[in-house]
C-alpha cells in the first residue's frame, strides 16, 4: 500500500486523518450502506459519503472513484491481489452462511428431501475440497501403467485414490504449413505423460 494511506494501519489513523471534510468526505463504496454508516457513525467519523456498489469492489480504489471499501471477506487473497490491507478496528461483524429447514416441508413436500441431500453433499464435498491441491506433472514413460506405478510406490505421491494418467502429445516431424504446424496420424507421438494427483495442502511441497 503505498500513497497516503500508506501509514494507515487502524480504523482511529483513518479517523485522524486531516484530509477528510465536508467538501471533501471520506469515500466508502459498499453494498451495505446500511450497517456502514451505522459503523462510522458509532465509531465518531464525520466527513464520510456512501456509494452503494454490487460486485468487484476491489476494483473501486484503483479507479478512483473510493478512498476504501466495506465488504465481506474471507481468506483476504482478493484484498492482497488488488494491492489493498484489512484495517485494525475495521472488522464490522462476524457472519457466516447457513442452511436453515422446515421439519414439515421435508417431510410432506415431495422431492425437497432429496434436494436437500443434495446441497449438504454439495456443502461436504467443498469444505473437504478445500484442504486439497490437484497437482499435475509431465512425466516421461513407457506406458501409462509405468507411470502409475512409480507413482503408486512413492510415499506421498498416490494422491486420494490413485492417479490420472494422460498421454501428452507432440509432433514427431517437422510438418508445417503457413497455418502452422499440421498434426496427421504419422506425425503425432508421445512420450510424456501427465500425471494428476489430489495430495493435501500441507504435503504440496513435499510432493
Given at each position: 500500500i503505498s500513497g497516503k494511506f500508506s501509514n494507515v494501519k487502524s480504523l482511529e489513523d483513518l479517523k485522524n486523518m486531516p484530509d477528510w471534510t465536508a467538501e471533501n468526505p471520506l469515500r466508502v463504496v459498499t453494498s451495505y450502506?446500511?450497517?456502514a454508516k451505522e459503523f462510522f457513525n458509532?465509531?465518531?467519523f464525520q466527513h464520510v459519503s456512501f456509494t452503494a456498489?454490487?460486485?468487484a469492489l476491489e476494483a473501486a480504489p484503483a479507479m478512483g472513484s473510493a478512498d476504501i471499501i466495506l465488504d465481506l471477506v474471507s481468506t483476504g487473497v482478493t484484498l492482497r491481489e488488488n494491492n489493498l490491507k484489512e484495517i485494525e478496528g475495521g472488522n464490522?461483524?462476524?457472519s457466516q452462511g447457513m442452511l436453515v429447514a422446515n421439519r414439515k416441508a421435508l417431510l410432506e413436500r415431495p422431492g425437497l428431501l432429496k434436494i436437500v441431500h443434495e446441497l449438504i453433499e454439495r456443502f461436504?464435498?467443498?469444505?473437504k475440497?478445500?484442504?486439497y491441491y490437484s497437482v499435475i506433472a509431465n512425466m516421461r514413460g513407457e506406458s501409462p501403467e509405468e507411470v502409475a506405478s512409480i507413482l503408486l510406490n512413492a510415499p506421498g505421491l498416490r494422491g486420494l485414490q490413485g492417479p490420472t494418467i494422460s498421454p501428452v502429445y507432440h509432433f514427431a516431424?517437422?510438418?508445417a504449413s503457413k497455418e502452422g504446424m499440421v498434426a496427421t496420424a504419422g506425425n503425432v507421438a508421445h512420450s510424456y505423460y501427465a500425471a494428476t494427483i489430489c495430495v493435501h495442502k500441507k504435503n504440496l511441497?513435499?510432493?
Open positions: 450502506t446500511n450497517i458509532a465509531h465518531g456498489a454490487d460486485g464490522v461483524l462476524e461436504d464435498a467443498h469444505l475440497a478445500r484442504c516431424n517437422g510438418a511441497y513435499k510432493s
